[in-house]
């Protein structure tokens, strides 16, 4: 399977809003609505912040929020805060009990 | 609490074997299939493979079929990732992670390990 296209980097101001896109085929994002988006520090393991396209694991602050659209998914993060400088996955059942994952997208606080 | 604990850092030479492991705690481990995913020095993440450590029933991802030997040991709720014969391209972190599923559907990884860096120097 091939990975998923995120963008490499995204940045914005501390309480602007970016957004990160995760674009698959027919085959998988635009399959079902099984996709998930992971942050990840530095040096830290990966961290479940949105799961079934748009659902928030306890603890997830509401400033994370999720959508989908035809075969390209989107992770919002809005009010930024230096925290939320990470690199962030999205992932999505691929068939076959593979998952696939995108490249990464580096968002900057500036 | 949920966790996933990781076994330590190890230096391999090429052509070595190798068994990470990967033990659960707070949870059924035998209730919840178990993931691992590699990543390599500065790159993203990739999917190898999970177990379902009720019957040991295992899946690979085509890219690591054959590659390497995913097991688990339920009744000291551990999951194991093994090499025969490592190699350089080797070197990684691996995470193990719990799985959610639906059915057969693989929906999402909702709790992680803190990694094993496996380094095979060239």
Redesign the interface.
Known sequence: QS?LTQPPSASGSPGQSVTISCTGTSSDVGA?K?V?W?QQHPGK????IM??GYKR?SGVPDRFSGSKSGNTASLTVSGLQAEDEAVY?C?T?AG?????????ATLTVL | EVKLVQSGPEVKKSGESLKISCEGSGFSFDSYWIGWVRQKPGKGLEWMGLINPADSDTRYSPSFQGQVDISADKSISTSYLQWRSLQASDSAIYWCARVITFGEIIVHLDHWGQGTLVTVPS
């Open positions: 990975a079902h099984w998930s992971y393991a990966p961290k479940l799961y079934e694991p996955y992932s059942y076959s009990n593979s998952l696939v994952f995108g490249g990464g």
